[in-house]
Structures are given as C-alpha cells and as structure tokens.
C-alpha cells in the first residue's frame, strides 16, 4: 500500500470556533484547544507527516513558521508528543530544499540535520540535498548545465557523509537518500549511487514541476538499472491517478499540501470529492474584504447594506442546508451579494451546481457531518481550514482505493 504524508504548516482548526457567530471562545488556549487533522479526523487523513528543517529553524530566505516557543516545545517533547501523533501515523523529516534553492550551497551541514532528526526523534530523516529545478531529458553529463551537475555531486556527496554518521551514531533515525536529476539517465544514477552506498530507501527530489509521463520516465530507468531497487519516496508530487503506474516502479510513500492548499488556494477545485471537485461559496466578511471597503468609502454602496446581504446569505444558505428554503432564493443572495461585491468575474453557475449537488450532505468525513454546508463556504480561516482537512481526508479514501 503507498503511504501519504502531509507536509506540516502549522496549520489547526479552533475545536471552540463559533462558526454560525463567527468568534472564537475567550477562554481558546491555542496549544491545548486547536486541533491538527489527525486529531480532527477519524481515521486520520494521511499516513505520515513531514517536518521540514527549514519550517522549524528558518532558512535564508525566511525566518520559518514556527514560533521560538512551538521550536523550543518541538525540541523538547518531540515530534510525536509534540503533534500529538497516534501510533499508526509515522514521521518524516527533510531539510526543505526549495527555501535554499536560490543559494550557492546548502546552508546545514550533515551533523546539522541529523542532530535535528535525533533530537525530535523523527522515525525516518532525508539526507542534506541541493535541489535542480529545470529538466532536460536528453541532456547527458557533459552537455548539461554545469550547476546541475554540481548540485547532483553535491547531494551525492552529502548523502554518503550522512549515511556514514548515521551509522557512527548508530542513530534511530531511517536515513533516506536524496536524490536529484535533471534527466531520466540523471535520477536514475544518482539512485544507483545510493544503493551502492547502503541506501534502502530514497527520495526523489525536484520533481514538483515536472509532467506525469516525465517521471514515469525517470522511474521506469530507475527500475531497468541492474539493481535491487530501494524503496521510492517522491518529494512534493500528488497524482493520484498516476499512483497505480508510480507504485508499479517502486514508489512507495509520497507527500505533497495541495488538497489542503486547494481550499484557498486554486480557483475552481475548492471542495473535493471522490468523483469531481467544487467551487466554495464565496461569502467573504464585510469588514475584513478591502475591496468592498473601497467601494464604501466611495459611495458605491453604503457599510448598512453591505452587511445586511452579508447576512443574509449565510442565513438563507443554512436555511437551505436545512430544507427551510429554496434552490433559487439561495442563488438570488449570492447575486446580490456579488453585486455589491462588484466581482470581477461570477461564480453563481459554480454555485448553482455546487447547492444543487450538496456534496457535503453526501460526505461521511466528521468534519461534514459536524458542520454541514459551513464547510462549502469560502469565508475566514476557521471554515478554509476545516475545508482543507475535508480535502485532505477525501485525497487519502482516493489514494487507499488505488488498491495497492
């Protein structure tokens, strides 16, 4: 079975947040009360986490996400205790490579990141790369890009110096081979190189940008090297329909944020099913959309209607979600609400199909049952999040039901 792992973000939903008064509890301690997916979602919606080094401690491009206390309790009490992991979700860690991309070399040494892997006790740990983020399939060695080549030697080299303190260190820690490329030739001898030096699972990284049959290629020279192919982890890919074929050449664990990211991110695919995806309903706060307080200040519609619209959509939405109104009365206050909003472009036949299929009346995640079409609307970080880990826990059912 190929495992999932979420990158982690720091990112929780409040277990006391008022949805329909849209505040949050006074008495919210956000370390005790805010719940990561695992803990909001039964079963949890992914197999694995991921910690990048560079989330935690900051790279040269950015401080990191974490705040010094949540670095300091991360180090202290380690990764499981720390986000509250149950036994069957495992823990990955990796440097996060993409914060350093734009550097001449990588900022951490070997006994940097193993230090960091040991010390929050990580159940398996990625080994110091330096990512290539072109591709060129028909590029050789000696007609490639130099940096590229440098970059490959330089993950090569720092994979063979953590392998050896990990062994000198008789670490806990899984080490994991990075691997990088630019070619199918490229990724499949820098794996070549890890098996030989003792390697029994890689990462393949770098691989973000590229097309589907582009790594499909580079897995199948991966698997027609005269070798006992490791164990594949790919770093930052999500192609669930590509799994079944990824699986078949060696891929065995995978991560990647985009269905979570998804639910604010992309324009269209918001909230995720089985069969299809959803455009969340819009219904943005008053006081917080700067657009609309232009058109305030302007004149264009006055503060009074602005909020009474905003009002009552989520009231004949809810009313809606609960039988109490119609198809059309609920797509007539989205109207005017755009209207007043003055959108550059409409979403109301989204929203037709969106009402009309009410995906979450069909969803069995807790999230859904708990909340109803709260999820469906796109509206403060509160209902994004929740959406997220609907998301999250939809892309997982898809991934178990590959069937590998």
């Excluded at 398996?124 to 490639?144: F, K, L, N, P, W």
Aim: glycine share 6%; net charge neutral; proline share 4%.
């Amino acid at each position: 079975m190929i495992r999932y792992y979420f990158p982690d973000s720091r990112d929780r939903i409040s277990s006391t947040y008022d949805l329909v008064n849209d505040e949050y509890s006074p008495f919210r301690v956000h370390e005790r009360d805010d719940l990561y997916a695992h803990e909001a979602l039964d079963p949890p919606p992914y197999d694995g986490i991921l910690v990048s080094k560079a989330i935690v401690d900051g790279s040269v491009r950015s401080a990191g996400k974490y705040t010094g206390a949540q670095r300091e309790g991360l180090y202290k009490l380690g990764v499981r205790s720390f986000f509250r992991l149950p036994r069957n979700v495992d823990t990955m860690g990796d440097c996060g490579a993409f914060n350093y991309a734009g550097e001449y070399d990588p900022p951490d040494t070997v006994d940097e990141v193993l230090d960091f892997y040991e010390r929050c006790g990580f159940d398996a740990g990625v080994s110091v790369d330096h990512v290539i983020v072109q591709y060129d399939a028909a590029a050789t060695e000696a007609r490639a890009n130099p940096d590229w080549v440098r970059r490959r030697q330089i993950s090569l080299q720092y994979a063979e110096e953590f392998l050896r303190a990990s062994r000198s260190r008789r670490s806990r820690v899984q080490p994991i081979g990075a691997a990088q490329g630019w070619s199918p030739a490229s990724y499949a001898d820098s794996v070549y190189h890890l098996r030989r030096m003792g390697y029994e699972r890689v990462a393949l990284g770098g691989m973000v940008p590229l097309k589907s049959p582009e790594i499909i290629a580079c897995l199948r020279a991966i698997a027609e090297m005269d070798f006992d192919r490791p164990e594949i982890h790919l770093l930052g890919v999500t192609r669930v329909k590509d799994m079944a074929n990824f699986a078949a050449l060696g891929v065995t664990s995978f991560d990647s944020a985009a269905p979570f990211r998804q639910a604010f991110m992309d324009d269209r695919d918001n909230y995720q099913t089985a069969r299809t995806t959803y455009v969340a309903i819009r219904v943005p706060q008053v006081d917080g959309n700067v657009t609309l307080k232009r058109r305030i200040l302007a004149g264009h519609v006055t503060q009074r209607e602005a909020l009474v619209v905003e009002r009552q959509c989520l009231q004949v939405l809810r009313a809606y979600d609960g039988g109490r109104t119609e198809f059309d009365a609920a797509l007539a206050v989205l109207g005017e609400y755009e209207r007043i909003l003055d959108v550059k472009k409409s979403h109301l036949s989204d929203y037709a199909r969106t009402l009309a299929d009410r995906p979450w009346a069909e969803c069995t995640c807790s999230l859904c049952r708990e909340h109803g079409i709260e999820i469906a609307i796109f509206r403060g970080t509160e209902r994004t999040k929740r959406r997220g880990f609907h998301n999250l826990a939809v892309f997982a059912e898809r991934v178990r039901q590959v069937g590998i």
